[in-house]
């Protein structure tokens, strides 16, 4: 990095949160998808002043900037695919007012989403978002990757819930969207435009949250399906049934198997798919809810269905759901993580189209994913040391997206385009409604500053490159 602008950079934050150790940069080099990519320096900004003016440096220079929170991104949203600047937005002054009044809480984007979540029960609220890893995540990363987990289902995803939003915009102005109230109709909703835009049209300084009263009481169950595909048409049947539970998570047996192997949970591994169903609200109204489901689930082939009778068996089994991203990491040294999405009554067909790519490629591939709003996470366990399988990997990655796109679907239901699907965004928008967004981009960061090389595809491209 030239030693003007690194000067420059000083006289806006201290050395000690400037990093440029080769050790150090290394270790900002990869987030939780696949490659790695080493930045030309990365700075942790303390408040929005600083990330302002490091912007503004940065479209002097003609230096790329990547926000960057706790790196969970699974398609690569935070990496420095072109060099330059991260800003490691972990470290920045945090701040949590939870508004139990007006139902809302007021975050800086360095919190865990796991604190907002904790805090807003404390006072009797809820803020449903629930990512895997929202132990670890930050709000900031959340919200511009618009993660949102099993809740998603009954509750919406994240976008649903940011209300109002202080952004740097990629020329490094200070700007504020929406705002406190609920309804607010004015103008263009630059808040929902930014939120899932994974930090290619700003940085999240700010972020004012709706949050709901939380649910009363809850229920859940577990059942076990000798074929995976009555396991959904007993997802499908209990939505047109009028019931809408929490969340409704599906396990194949790979990811069983898996499980038992790495935290044995007493999971049933003759089992072609389990189901996990949990209703929340009244608890009048989820004693019948529950039942329902488990009738449901019975006619549809279930071979046993246990419902939790205390709050330790619930987390018993909530824990064995939570397992799977670590046990299948046991299974090989690479795992490559997709969230194809169809609408849910293509459930059956999509998991029947998943197995017959597995089938095709030869490949470890394990279906896991919150079922009941259609999110699959088909997952590739494999070894990037084995070229030939990687190149069959890439092959079965683009059969999963046109499977997806074939029934209907879409290319991720949580977890951004990134640099991993950017290839495909022309296969589910078309050239008109993939340029619309490139001009939105092009309008906002005319330097091409802002998180450059994701979700638009680079010329030719018309596949991942895993290799």
Excluded at 29 to 40: I, K, R, T, V
Aim: charged fraction near 25%; aromatic fraction near 6%; hydrophobic fraction near 40%.
């Amino acid at each position: 990095m030239k030693e003007q602008l690194l000067r420059l950079i000083y006289t806006i934050v201290p050395k000690e949160r400037v990093l440029t150790d080769l050790a150090e940069l290394y270790s900002y080099s990869f987030d939780a998808s696949f490659g790695g990519y080493l930045p030309e320096i990365v700075i942790q900004p303390k408040n929005k002043v600083e990330v302002a003016d490091l912007v503004k440096l940065a479209n002097e220079f003609k230096i790329p900037v990547y926000p960057r929170g706790a790196a969970t991104s699974l398609s690569g949203g935070s990496l420095a695919v072109e060099g330059g600047m991260i800003l490691d937005m972990s470290q920045f002054e945090k701040k949590l007012v939870i508004d139990r009044e007006n139902l809302l809480a007021i975050s800086s984007p360095s919190v865990i989403t796991s604190d907002i979540q904790q805090k807003a029960e404390e006072v009797g609220l809820f803020y449903p978002p629930d990512p895997s890893s929202s132990h670890v995540s930050t709000i900031g990363g959340n919200l511009l990757e618009n993660s949102s987990g099993p809740k998603g289902l009954k509750y919406g995803t994240t976008k649903e819930y940011v209300i109002g939003l202080e952004v740097v915009t990629p020329t490094g102005e200070i700007i504020r969207t929406g705002g406190r109230t609920v309804k607010n109709v004015t103008g263009y909703d630059l808040t929902r435009l930014i939120v899932g835009s994974e930090g290619t049209l700003g940085i999240v300084t700010e972020a004012i949250l709706r949050l709901i009263p939380k649910p009363l009481a809850r229920k859940t169950l577990l059942a076990s399906f000798v074929r995976i595909a009555d396991s959904g048409h007993a997802i499908t049947k209990i939505l047109s049934n009028g019931i809408l539970p929490s969340a409704m998570e599906l396990m194949d047996n790979a990811c069983i198997r898996a499980v038992e192997n790495y935290s044995p949970a007493g999971l049933p591994i003759e089992a072609e798919a389990i189901v996990i169903i949990e209703v929340d609200g009244h608890p009048a109204a989820i004693d019948e809810e529950i039942k329902k489901c488990e009738d449901i689930c019975l006619l549809q082939g279930a071979t046993s269905v246990k419902v939790a009778k205390t709050d330790a068996e619930r987390d018993e089994i909530w824990k064995a759901r939570k397992m799977v991203s670590p046990a299948i990491t046991q299974m090989g040294p690479t795992k490559i993580s997709e969230d194809a999405t169809v609408p849910r009554s293509q459930i059956p067909e999509m998991i029947e189209k998943l197995y017959q790519i597995r089938e095709k490629y030869q490949l470890n591939l394990v279906v896991f994913g919150h079922a009941g709003d259609g999110n699959l996470h088909p997952n590739i366990i494999t070894d990037k040391r084995n070229i030939e399988e990687m190149k069959r990997v890439e092959d079965a990655v683009s059969e999963i997206f046109e499977a997806a796109i074939e029934l209907g679907g879409t290319l991720s239901g949580e977890h951004g385009i990134g640099i991993l699907k950017s290839p495909y965004m022309e296969l589910e928008l078309g050239s008109d409604g993939l340029l619309m967004m490139k001009k939105i981009k092009d309008a906002w960061d005319p330097n091409s500053i802002l998180n450059p090389g994701k979700i638009f595809p680079q010329p030719g491209k018309l596949k991942v490159e895993l290799t």
